[in-house]
DNA sequence: ATATAATAATTAGCCGGCTAAATAAAAGGA
DNA sequence: TCCTTTTATTTAGCCGGCTAATTATTATAT
């Protein structure tokens, strides 16, 4: 087992995302959603199509994303008045709430659990390798 | 960007799937099949619940990826005969044919693109470094 | 001014991943 | 034997991710 990296990404990426679905479920939000919602909590009235760019994922995803985040009351969409094609996302109360509650602490503590018992030193490598082989797969 | 660990793990399983995607494509399979039909290449007639354990994911994503196999003619499934809740799976001739290309191929060549770069003692670092947050993660 | 190209979103449809709940069959215990 | 628990699978439904194709609107070049 986890003989191979993309095994071992593979693993990883699921109990990531897992573990992010178990603390996130609090907010009744899942993992990749809470992402969405700091964007918007940091960028007020910010495109979907910077979203986009940001987030790094399809304009197809941030839509459906947007819309079920508005259809569960985390935000509104609205047509942007200078472009008619554009559309701008904010917070409602409740989203903002919960965005501000996920980044400081749900992401936080995650991050922590992830490298326990890894000294500072083997943080930065780590960091290093991956960002290495980020570049890799992107060729 | 990609400031936090856990985003950069993010980032990696997206471009890794996507990577695997255009790399079955040729196969019409998706990232994530090749294992399912590895592991019944190398366990043939191997009952549901066994690959739930292998691939480590939940009976309800194995029932359905090995009903999309069995559709796309890759496999067949059939109820065991000494007993009646399991089912068997067995590759069909195209699914074998696939499977061992794959396996050789496309996984192989995956791997190599990630760690390009990489020194000896930096794979053996970056794995094992990994196998760390797994652990953690687990928890 | 008009035709062409680029940009912003969307719909439909596919994939892997999950939980909850239901079904059916086998295994164990009183 | 009968009842209970465990095991194997499935159905329904939700999530993020993707491609392909479509619609609208803005920008650009002729």
Redesign the pocket.
């Given at each position: 087992m986890c003989s191979t990296l993309g095994h071992l990404l593979?693993q990883i990426g699921?109990a990531h995302r897992?573990k992010g679905n178990q603390m996130l479920a609090a907010y009744n939000l899942?993992?990749?959603?809470e992402i969405f919602l700091q964007q918007v909590l940091c960028h007020n009235g910010i495109?979907?199509?910077d979203l986009?760019t940001n987030?790094e994922?399809?304009?197809?995803?941030v839509?459906?994303?947007?819309?079920?985040l508005e259809k569960?009351g985390f935000l509104v969409?609205e047509k942007?008045c200078t472009?008619?094609?554009?559309?701008?996302v904010s917070l409602t109360e409740k989203g903002k709430e919960a965005a501000m509650n996920i980044t400081e602490q749900t992401w936080n503590q995650l991050e922590q659990q992830m490298v326990e018992g890894l000294s500072t030193e083997e943080k930065i490598i780590l960091k290093r390798l991956l960002m290495q082989v980020l570049e890799n797969l992107k060729k």
């Open positions: 593979v699921k897992n899942h993992a990749g959603q495109m979907l199509s986009t987030m994922v399809t304009p197809v995803t839509t459906r994303m947007a819309d079920r569960n969409k942007c472009d008619q094609r554009a559309v701008r």
